[in-house]
Structure formats: C-alpha cells, structure tokens
C-alpha cells in the first residue's frame, strides 16, 4: 500500500496558522514530529528526502512551517514562538497518529527549538528527541553554551552529526553528551556536513550518507521504550 501524504493547516494557539504535511506509510510504527532548520521550510529537498526515507522505513512524519516561514520572513521566530508551534505539531501529530510511538526533534534550529521546548515543559507523550545536525555554536566559532539546557531533558536523545559540520565541533559536543549520560547517544557520520553531504573523495555519495542517517535513526526509534 502506498503512503498517505495529507496536507494540512496547523493551529497555534494565539499565534495563527501555518503549514504541514502528514506522510503515513501503511506499515507505520511510530511518527517523528520534524521540525526544519533557520534558512528553509518543511518543503526544502532535504526535508522531502528525509520523510520520503522514514517513510520507506515504517516511520510516519509530521512537518510543519515554524510562523516566520510561512509568512516569508527571514529573520526566526523567536523562541516562544517557536515553542509554541512544535507543541501545537506534537498534539496534531497525536491526534493523527494515536497509539503510535511519538519522536520529535528535526533539522538544526528546528531540532534545537524543539530540545527547549522539552527542557521547558515535557512535550506530552513524546519518548524521545532526535537532531539531524544540532547546531551546537554559530557557523565555526566554538562554545557549547547551546547546550546548557539539554541537562534538564530526561527522555532520550540521538545526535546525528557529521564530523565537517561546522556548526557543531566534535571536539565541544563529545563531552556534552558524555556529561548526558545514558540517555544521550552520539552518531557520527563521518565527512559529512551540517546536512551530511559529504565529498567526492571520500568514495561515498550523500545518498549513501543520507541512507547511513536514516538507518541509524530508525534502529534508535525502534529501541527507545
């Protein structure tokens, strides 16, 4: 059977309405609330691509348009903002998908918006936050002042990095999740960049690396209770 792609309007709650698309495969067994990054909407090829993979592996999706986005403003949302809207996706995503294991987390900025809303107030029937790429510091200027907050989350969380992201050296982020414990996993991807596209010399395709990303995140949904 093929997948159900449903488009829909997200209610936020005295904020507005913004865009979403709700990909169910048949044999689905759990849906990943994804959230996208600062520079491009839930419609940008890597998101399509991410949602087209998890799809073909059993996992439902839930995008949506953080409000900044969906009005064609550059500049993000501000962080209440942007909370609100991911707890507005997380419910949607329940209603839709009832009975099913709920993840969330997303692409860099959506990944690190979603991390705050958890450590705020715990996003309700959500087992665990996954990053693609979590933008630890700005583009090559290291801290992991980002990080602060991720002590407060008690549910699982997988970091997917690539070991070229600029936006998150390895070197700051290892001892982060080492601080993390259990609960926190690490995978590298090992030349790829902030959206894991890796070079020619490396003899692999980002097909390839994108493939090894999705693999790894579904046997990581498939684990947490």
Same mark, same amino acid.
Request: hydrophobic share 45%; glycine share 10%.
């Given at each position: 059977m093929a997948t159900k792609i449903q488009e829909l309007k997200l209610d936020i709650e005295r904020i507005g309405s913004v865009s979403a698309i709700l990909m169910l495969p048949a044999n689905v067994r759990a849906c990943y609330v994804l959230a996208h990054g600062a520079g491009a909407d839930m419609r940008h090829p890597f998101m399509d691509k991410v949602a087209a993979g998890l799809a073909d592996r059993g996992i439902a999706t839930l995008r949506f348009n953080f409000p900044y986005m969906e009005n064609n403003q550059r500049r993000p949302d501000q962080p209440a903002v942007a909370h609100a809207t991911i707890r507005a996706a997380v419910e949607e995503a329940a209603r839709l998908c009832p009975g099913l294991k709920l993840v969330a987390g997303g692409k860099s900025?959506?990944?690190?918006?979603?991390?705050? *809303?958890?450590?705020?107030?715990?996003? %309700?029937?959500? =087992?665990?936050?996954?990053?693609?790429?979590?933008?630890?510091?700005?583009? =090559?200027? %290291?801290? &992991?002042?980002? &990080? +602060?907050?991720?002590?407060?989350? *008690?549910?699982?969380?997988?970091?997917?990095?690539?070991?070229?992201?600029?936006?998150?050296?390895?070197?700051?982020? =290892?001892?982060?999740?080492?601080?993390?414990? %259990?609960?926190? /996993?690490?995978?590298?991807?090992?030349?790829?960049?902030?959206?894991? *596209?890796?070079? /020619?010399?490396?003899? /692999?395709?980002? +097909?390839? &690396? $994108?493939?090894?990303? $999705?693999?790894?995140?579904?046997?990581?949904?498939?684990?947490? &209770?």
């Open positions: 900025f959506g990944g690190r918006m979603t991390s705050q *809303a958890q450590a705020k107030a715990a996003l %309700p029937g959500v =087992k665990g936050l996954a990053f693609l790429g979590f933008p630890l510091h700005a583009d =090559k200027k %290291p801290s &992991a002042d980002r &990080a +602060e907050h991720l002590g407060s989350i *008690a549910i699982p969380m997988l970091f997917l990095q690539g070991t070229r992201d600029g936006l998150a050296d390895l070197s700051y982020l =290892k001892p982060v999740i080492e601080a993390l414990g %259990p609960k926190a /996993r690490l995978h590298e991807v090992a030349g790829g960049d902030h959206s894991f *596209a890796v070079l /020619r010399r490396s003899g /692999r395709t980002n +097909e390839e &690396a $994108l493939k090894e990303v $999705l693999d790894a995140l579904t046997a990581w949904i498939d684990e947490i &209770a």
